[in-house]
C-alpha cells in the first residue's frame, strides 16, 4: 500500500451521512484516501508521511462562504481603502474622524471608505453633497455604504469619474439627484457605485497582493472555497496568472454579473477546480439599511428608518422589472448558465420565482441550481413554491447578530422583524439552503453563521423567533456539503469522503459538543487546502 502524505489523528467531522464521525483521515496527492477508524487509517502512515495528532480538537470538511465578494474586498480592506464598518469603528464620532484623517493623508489621490452604517453608528452626519464637499474641497472623496449598495461621493469625486447631469443611470442603478436634476452625490447599486470606486485599486500591479491577503483572511476564518457573486471579466486575466502561479490558497467559484450586453465570453463550467466559472449573478432589489427592497408591507416610521431616508409607508421597491428580469435569464439561461438573483423582500421574492418558473417552463432543465440569494423577508409559501421549482436559498443570517434589534424595532416591527432570515422554516419546506456573510458586509465568521442559524440571539440577547432556529448538524451542512452543491461542487469538496480533496479545517473543538452560542469563538487552530496548510500554528506531530 503506498504511504499517504498527511494523516490526522482525532475526532472527524465528516459531514458524511454514511459516516457522520471518524478517528483519522489520510491524504495523499491533495485528495483524501482514507476517513474512518484509527487503526485503519494508520495502515497509511509511511516513512515519509506528516502524523498529527489534534488531540480534543476537530476536523471538519473545509469551510465554504456561498455568497462572497472576494476580489472587491481584496481592495476595500487593503491599505488603499479605509474600513469604517461598524465592527471596526462603531462610534459616529470617531467614523468622521477617520475620514477627516484619511482625506488629510491622501490628498489629490482620493480618499476611499468603506462601512457607512447609521443603523449601527448612531448620530453620524448627513453626508449630503454639502458635508462631503466641505470635509473635501479638493479631494476626490467615496465613501460607500456598509451595505455596498449605496454610495457617497463629493463634487471633485464625481468630476473625476464623469458623473453629470447629463450621465445616464444604468440599468438596476442610478444616481440621486436634487429637485433641479442635479447629481446629489449619492449612487445606487453596482453600475453606478464601480466608476467611483475605480480609482482605489491604484496601480494594477499591487492588486495581486491584495488578493493573497484576501485569501490569508479567508483561510484564517476556516475557508477553502469562496464564490465571486459579481464577478467583473476584467479581473479574468489576473486570476489566471494568480491561479497559475499557484499563489491562490482559496478556491474560487464565479458568478458573472449580467451587463447590458446580456453576453459572456465565459461557456459555463469554464476553469478548473481552483477557479472556475459557475454562473450569472443578478439583482431583484437592494438593501433593507437603504430603503430599496420590494416589500408587501411597510416600514414602519421610526428615528431608524427616518435616519436611512424611508419615508413613512414606504413599502420599498425593486431595482429591476419582471420584464428586464425575463429578459435578463433568456438571455443566459438557455446557453447553460445557472441563474444566482439577490433579493431581500418577499415582492420581489414573487417577481423572481414568477420570472424562474415562465423560464423553466420554457426551458426545462433537471439540475439547473436556480439560486436566490438573501431571502430576508421570504415567506413560508414562498419557500414551499421555490423548493417545488427546484430553487435553492443562500441566506445571510448574520443580520441577526448585528441588526436583529434593529430589524424588529426600527424597519420591520414585531411582525416581521423577528422572522427576518427564515431558515427552519425553508427547510421546512424541502429548500436546500447555505449560509454565508457576504463579505465585506459582515466579516468572514461562518463559525458565527452556524451559531446565529442554531441560537437567532439580537445583540441586546433576545432570541428573534425561536421557531426558526435549525439543528446544528443542519447549520454545519449549510456551511459545507450544501454551499458546495450550491456551487456545483459538492463531488470535489464539502465533506470528508475518500476521493474528495483534503480541505479541512481543525476546530479547538468539536461544535457539536459546545453550547452553540460558544461555536462562533471556536478557534481556528489550521486549515488545509488539497493536503497543504495554508493557516495555523504547528499542530502536534506524533
Not at 494523516?7 to 457522520?20: M, N
Not at 458546495?484 to 470528508?496: H, K, M, R, T, Y
Request: hydrophobic share 40%.
Amino acid at each position: 500500500m503506498p504511504s499517504a502524505d498527511l494523516v490526522i489523528l482525532g475526532t472527524v467531522l465528516t459531514v458524511d451521512d454514511s459516516q457522520p464521525t471518524a478517528e483519522a483521515v489520510a491524504a495523499k496527492d491533495g485528495r483524501i484516501v482514507a476517513v474512518g477508524d484509527r487503526s485503519d487509517v494508520e495502515s497509511w502512515i509511511g516513512p515519509e508521511t506528516e502524523v498529527l495528532d489534534i488531540g480534543d480538537r476537530c476536523v471538519l470538511p473545509g469551510l465554504i462562504e456561498a455568497h462572497g465578494h472576494p476580489l472587491m474586498e481584496a481592495v476595500v480592506l487593503s491599505e488603499r481603502m479605509i474600513d469604517i464598518r461598524p465592527v471596526t469603528v462603531p462610534d459616529a464620532e470617531d467614523v468622521v474622524e477617520a475620514v477627516r484623517n484619511e482625506i488629510a493623508v491622501r490628498g489629490a489621490s482620493g480618499a476611499y471608505l468603506i462601512g457607512w452604517d447609521p443603523l449601527l453608528q448612531h448620530n453620524l452626519p448627513e453626508p449630503n453633497r454639502a458635508w462631503l464637499d466641505e470635509m473635501a474641497p479638493d479631494t476626490p472623496l467615496v465613501i460607500i455604504h456598509n451595505s455596498g449598495h449605496l454610495a457617497f461621493f463629493n463634487s471633485v469625486a464625481g468630476e473625476q469619474a464623469g458623473i453629470t447631469r447629463e450621465t445616464a443611470d444604468p440599468k438596476g442603478a442610478r444616481f440621486g439627484r436634487d429637485a433641479n436634476g442635479d447629481i446629489d452625490g449619492t449612487a445606487y447599486e453596482s453600475g453606478a457605485l464601480f466608476p467611483l470606486a475605480a480609482g482605489a485599486i491604484g496601480d494594477p500591479k499591487q492588486y495581486p497582493g491584495m488578493l493573497v491577503a484576501e485569501c490569508e483572511r479567508l483561510n484564517k476564518a476556516g475557508l477553502t472555497t469562496c464564490s465571486e457573486m459579481a464577478f467583473d471579466p476584467k479581473f479574468g486575466p489576473v486570476l489566471e496568472q494568480m491561479n497559475a502561479a499557484g499563489a491562490l490558497s482559496v478556491r474560487l467559484r464565479t458568478y458573472e454579473v449580467s451587463n447590458p450586453e446580456m453576453k459572456s465570453d465565459q461557456t459555463p463550467g469554464t476553469g478548473d477546480d481552483m477557479v472556475r466559472h459557475v454562473g450569472i449573478k443578478i439583482w431583484v432589489d437592494g438593501s433593507p439599511w437603504v430603503g430599496n427592497i420590494a416589500l408587501s408591507f411597510p416600514y414602519i416610521d421610526t428615528p431608524e428608518t427616518r435616519s436611512i431616508g424611508v419615508e413613512p409607508g414606504s413599502c420599498g421597491h425593486a431595482n429591476y422589472t419582471k420584464e428586464q428580469l425575463t429578459e435578463i435569464v433568456n438571455a443566459y439561461f438557455p446557453l447553460g448558465w445557472p441563474m444566482a438573483c439577490h433579493v431581500q423582500g418577499d415582492a420581489g421574492v414573487d417577481t423572481i420565482l414568477d420570472v424562474y418558473e415562465e423560464l423553466l417552463a420554457e426551458h426545462p432543465r433537471e439540475d439547473h441550481r436556480l439560486r436566490l440569494e438573501h431571502c430576508g423577508a421570504m415567506r413560508p409559501e414562498q419557500f414551499a413554491r421555490a423548493a417545488r421549482l427546484g430553487v435553492t436559498c443562500s441566506m445571510f443570517v448574520d443580520h441577526i447578530h448585528y441588526w436583529g434589534d434593529v430589524l424588529a424595532d426600527g424597519l420591520f416591527g414585531q411582525e416581521h422583524g423577528p422572522r427576518w432570515m427564515p431558515a427552519a422554516t425553508a427547510l421546512a419546506a424541502g429548500v436546500r439552503i447555505s449560509l454565508h456573510n457576504d463579505p465585506p458586509v459582515t466579516p468572514e465568521e461562518p463559525l458565527r453563521n452556524i451559531a446565529v442559524a442554531v441560537t437567532r440571539v439580537a445583540p441586546s440577547g433576545r432570541v428573534m423567533a425561536p421557531e426558526e432556529c435549525i439543528t446544528v448538524d443542519q447549520a454545519i451542512r449549510a456551511q459545507t456539503i450544501d454551499a458546495a452543491w450550491q456551487l456545483f461542487a459538492e463531488n470535489d469538496i464539502g465533506s470528508v469522503e475518500v476521493g474528495k480533496y483534503a480541505d479541512l479545517v481543525v476546530l479547538s473543538a468539536d461544535p457539536r459538543t459546545v453550547p452553540p452560542a460558544q461555536i462562533a469563538d471556536l478557534d481556528v487552530c489550521a486549515t488545509f487546502l488539497a493536503g497543504r496548510q495554508v493557516h495555523g500554528d504547528s499542530l502536534v506531530a506524533k
